[in-house]
């Protein structure tokens, strides 16, 4: 192909994708983030950002139950009451933003508007 500077190119690839001093400093936080569950996905993530490689720890029964009480039922995003078969656990602060999976990070919404907000 002319006028392609794979030079460039080449470059920005490789920095992005194969410094291995920031990939093994990932690694060693991932390996520690308890909710990481499935350690065997982290080089696929650190190479994709895909964070399903990750298998990232979903909320417990128990604080899903908790957070909907706390809310009387009510979705954050649409103020609409459901039950709890309705709604899903939502990450307040999302993961790869330093969010954990915590009762004070958690929030209940719908599944319509869960979907809106993912993205799915
Ligand atoms: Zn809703």
Same mark, same amino acid.
């Given at each position: 192909?002319?006028?392609?500077?794979?030079?460039? =190119?080449?470059?920005?690839?490789?920095?992005?994708?194969?410094?291995?001093?920031?990939?093994?400093?990932?690694?060693?936080?991932?390996? *520690?983030? +308890?909710?990481?569950?499935?350690?065997?996905?982290?080089?696929?993530?650190?190479?994709?950002?895909?964070?399903?490689? *990750?298998?990232?720890?979903?909320?417990?029964?128990?604080?899903?139950?908790?957070?909907?009480?706390?809310?009387?039922?009510? $979705?954050?995003? $649409?103020?609409?009451?459901?039950?709890?078969?309705?709604?899903?656990? +939502?990450?307040?602060?999302?993961?790869?933003?330093?969010?954990?999976?915590?009762?004070?990070? $958690?929030?209940? =919404? $719908?599944?319509?508007?869960?979907?809106?907000?993912?993205?799915?």
């Amino acid at each position: 192909m002319k006028g392609v500077d794979w030079g460039i =190119l080449y470059n920005t690839y490789k920095d992005e994708k194969y410094n291995t001093k920031d990939i093994e400093k990932e690694t060693e936080k991932l390996i *520690l983030d +308890d909710d990481v569950t499935k350690k065997s996905g982290i080089y696929p993530y650190i190479l994709t950002r895909n964070e399903k490689y *990750l298998s990232i720890r979903a909320f417990s029964d128990a604080t899903k139950q908790k957070i909907y009480e706390k809310q009387k039922g009510v $979705c954050v995003a $649409c103020k609409e009451k459901f039950e709890i078969e309705e709604m899903e656990a +939502d990450h307040i602060t999302p993961w790869h933003e330093g969010g954990t999976t915590t009762d004070k990070n $958690c929030q209940m =919404l $719908c599944k319509e508007c869960n979907r809106r907000k993912s993205g799915k």
